[in-house]
């Protein structure tokens, strides 16, 4: 079954809970899920990991209590 970019976009925001302590962290984790998102997409590595770093700092920022 091929994977479609709507579940691909689906399991980025489940895991954007999945964050870190720090910023640093935050986007990395952030990069990590976005470049991954992006290469089974076939999309640009280097988009999808800013996309996944901005996209998991501001989660992080805004809802600090559902990151730990």
Known sequence: MPVTKLSCIALLCAALGACGDTIGEQALGGAAIGAGAAAITSGSLARG????????????QVYPGKCN
């Open 49 to 60: 990991a800013a996309i996944g770093a901005a996209g998991n700092v501001a989660y992080c």
